[in-house]
């Protein structure tokens, strides 16, 4: 049985107001399409709710990627050689696989004890609550191609 989209709306605009933010359209858009599409950039994010709310503009969406950040309610991560990415799993202190030859991502669950999983040898006075980890290397489709361009 699947929800209805008035159920959807009012689930998002709870997160929203969980959080001490006013609802508006496009921040019930921006949460939307994050959590259909995770790993997605401001200019993703951007088209996506520009088909729903045309009269959108980019710094609005960052508005909105800010302030939900700020809030918790999703999350920033910068991988390297890639714009800043943004996902509605957040609070849980999980990592990330990217594969170097396609930019495959994928999440990984933190896979020791408790959030930090990792304990700086030196923490310089600063009180760590989170670890962000990126795991790279091929994704299986790449390992493929690989395989194949080595046994030709």
Excluded at 26 to 32: D, H, W, Y
Excluded at 86 to 114: F, P
Excluded at 120 to 128: H, L, Q
Aim: charged residues 20%; negative net charge.
């Amino acid at each position: 049985m699947t929800s209805s989209p008035l159920v959807d709306r009012e689930a998002l605009a709870e997160r929203i107001r969980a959080v001490g933010l006013k609802v508006t359209a496009p921040r019930l858009a921006v949460l939307k399409m994050l959590d259909q599409a995770a790993h997605s950039s401001a200019d993703q994010v951007f088209g996506a709710v520009r088909e729903e709310l045309p009269g959108t503009s980019t710094q609005a969406i960052y508005g909105v990627l800010s302030a939900f950040a700020a809030a918790g309610l999703v999350r920033r991560f910068d991988p390297a050689g890639s714009p800043a990415l943004y996902e509605s799993r957040a609070g849980d202190n999980h990592h990330h696989v990217v594969c170097v030859r396609c930019g495959d991502l994928r999440d990984v669950d933190c896979v020791i004890g408790e959030a930090p999983c990792l304990t700086p040898s030196d923490t310089s006075g600063f009180s760590v609550f989170a670890a962000e980890v990126t795991f790279t290397g091929l994704c299986a489709d790449c390992q493929k191609v690989n395989a194949e361009l080595e046994a030709s």
